[in-house]
């Protein structure tokens, strides 16, 4: 039996336009750092994906710790990552999350001891996640953009994702499923893309097609300074045919399962705050946000 259990969440925000009241709900339950960071978005669309990532993290520790979700505070590490300030007193090691978002899709990973299953010595264990759109439109043709990021991926990586007999779709999907998971390994890692990733090269699972209905693949193997990395896990999904996720889990290995699609209305909450002037008057400012050009 695994030793930790991982919930998966995705919410697809290409149907959802919040109403005032809508977005004054969401926005009640968050701190107020949290509301200046998404002020300073340009794009309603990135202040509602990042909006959405936080109420995924509370929904996520609420379940988990039983607390109210209203209640629930975060504060960001050294690294930047965000976590959940009463872990030290709640369930200190108990827990790892992380989000993604990009284009229509918010994703949450969250991993936590299976208290059901009895170790000696419970090691540290972290998780990462990260989605991408399967497209190409920099501008350049596909072959320059390639030469661009030469350095961005190993040899192998690179003969896998240009092999002959791909087109260039298959090229686009084979480049995005390499840097989801070099994206999701360093996200746990919490150090950004800013180490050598030509260091870090992946094989990615090729005993099935990457295909909706067969997600998530959970072959792929890792290798940093040419060493084979035992501690880490992987799965690749394909949410949509345009998008591509990818989980990296350190020192656990989950049962694998897909993603649970969630609606906006299992994310909201009601409260009293959401009716003051303060919250709708930076509801009303946001919702003047400019949505990007498709």
């Given at each position: 039996m695994a030793q930790h259990k991982c919930t998966r969440w995705a919410v697809d925000l290409a149907s959802w336009s919040p109403t005032l009241p809508q977005l004054a709900q969401a926005v009640a339950v968050i701190q107020a750092e949290e509301r200046g960071r998404l002020q300073k978005f340009f794009y309603i669309d990135d202040f509602l994906?990042?909006?959405?990532?936080?109420?995924?993290?509370?929904?996520?520790?609420?379940?988990?710790?039983?607390?109210?979700?209203?209640?629930v505070q975060f504060a960001r590490d050294v690294r930047g990552k965000p976590y959940w300030t009463q872990a030290a007193n709640e369930c200190p090691n108990q827990m790892s999350f992380n989000v993604s978002h990009q284009g229509n899709f918010v994703l949450f990973a969250g991993v936590s001891m299976d208290t059901k299953v009895k170790v000696a010595e419970p090691t540290t264990f972290g998780v990462g996640v990260d989605v991408m759109k399967i497209e190409y439109s920099g501008g350049k043709s596909l072959s320059e953009f390639f030469r661009i990021m030469q350095r961005k991926f190993s040899d192998s990586e690179w003969r896998y994702i240009r092999r002959p007999h791909h087109n260039e779709f298959d090229q686009v999907q084979a480049f995005m499923r390499h840097w989801c998971l070099k994206e999701a390994y360093v996200k746990e890692l919490g150090v950004g893309i800013t180490i050598d990733l030509q260091k870090i090269s992946f094989k990615v699972d090729t005993s099935r097609e990457l295909s909706v209905a067969e997600s998530p693949l959970t072959g792929t193997t890792l290798r940093c300074n040419d060493m084979l990395m035992h501690d880490w896990h992987f799965e690749e999904h394909l949410l949509h045919p345009k998008y591509c996720a990818a989980i990296a889990f350190r020192n656990c290995k989950p049962e694998e399962g897909k993603f649970e699609l969630l609606k906006m209305d299992q994310l909201l909450v009601e409260t009293e705050s959401a009716t003051s002037i303060e919250v709708v008057q930076y509801c009303r400012e946001a919702l003047r946000k400019e949505r990007r050009k498709s």
């Open positions: 994906s990042s909006l959405v990532g936080r109420l995924l993290m509370r929904k996520y520790v609420s379940v988990q710790s039983g607390m109210d979700y209203k209640e």
